[in-house]
């Protein structure tokens, strides 16, 4: 997504000026997302000095969310992030994409699964509401079993509040389509992908998560509350498996 892009952190005064532009165009705001990128990268004064110019800015703000990459997380203190939750940062989105030790690797990820599960445990006791993201498929048809079996672990044990389960897509000029092109690396089918879901789903054991399989990437879009929910979405995702529930095609999923 960010290959022709260099990653920079812009001038907090440039920063700043778009907050007051923000209010003059928008008025009230209730929630404010830091992009584009990682966020959490940034000095924690300079996170600091934003947050409270938002919240001097709009007293009404409920939220105030980012992306959060695992190697900037572990850079900073569990002090540091406590204070940023304090100062409004609320919500973190953190790109976890699978507890494999392997795939964290072969997909270069920059952390092992240890580290990963660190990053957003600090999230998670800093007080802030975190929205972990993964990718059914990544381990492809090799290990699509252990990849599924190591993400429900990992998730089972960082205990976020929302789980995310997207669905891998190959992209041109990257290693793993060069690795698919040479037959090292199988890609799921939607069945597969369907499978990989259910299994996932049915090793999720947290006392309560929002998870969300209903991306455009997604062959069937599920949505619910664990444990609430997860026998109706099991019951959902096997009617797909058996071919009595439809599914997106390709064009439907705009990829």
């Not at 000029?173 to 698919?180: A, P, Q």
């Not at 006392?207 to 979405?233: C, I, K, W, Y």
């Amino acid at each position: 997504m960010f290959k022709d892009k260099k990653y920079r952190v812009r001038p907090l005064s440039e920063i700043m000026e778009d907050i007051g532009t923000a209010k003059r165009r928008l008025g009230t705001v209730h929630q404010v997302f830091l992009c584009d990128g990682d966020a959490i990268a940034m000095p924690t004064a300079d996170l600091l000095k934003i947050l409270h110019k938002l919240k001097r800015t709009f007293p009404e703000l409920q939220e105030v969310a980012t992306y959060a990459g695992p190697k900037s997380t572990l850079s900073k203190s569990r002090e540091e992030l406590r204070m940023l939750c304090e100062a409004g940062l609320t919500k973190a989105y953190l790109g976890v994409e699978s507890g494999d030790e392997k795939v964290l690797k072969d997909t270069c990820k920059g952390v092992s699964a240890a580290q990963m599960l660190e990053a957003g445990r600090s999230l998670v006791d800093a007080g802030m509401q975190l929205y972990a993201i993964v990718l059914i498929g990544l381990a492809g048809k090799e290990r699509s079993k252990e990849n599924a079996a190591a993400t429900a672990d990992i998730i089972n044990q960082m205990k976020p509040t929302d789980l995310a389960a997207m669905t891998y897509t190959p992209v041109r000029g990257t290693k793993m389509y060069r690795d698919i092109e040479q037959g090292s690396f199988h890609v799921l089918n939607d069945t597969e992908c369907l499978l990989e879901t259910r299994q996932l789903l049915e090793r999720l054991d947290t006392e309560r998560l929002h998870f969300t399989s209903n991306h455009a990437s997604n062959f069937v879009p599920v949505e619910g509350t664990l444990p609430e929910d997860r026998q109706r979405m099991l019951r959902l995702l096997d009617e797909a498996i058996a071919g009595n529930a439809p599914r997106r095609n390709e064009a439907d999923r705009g990829l």
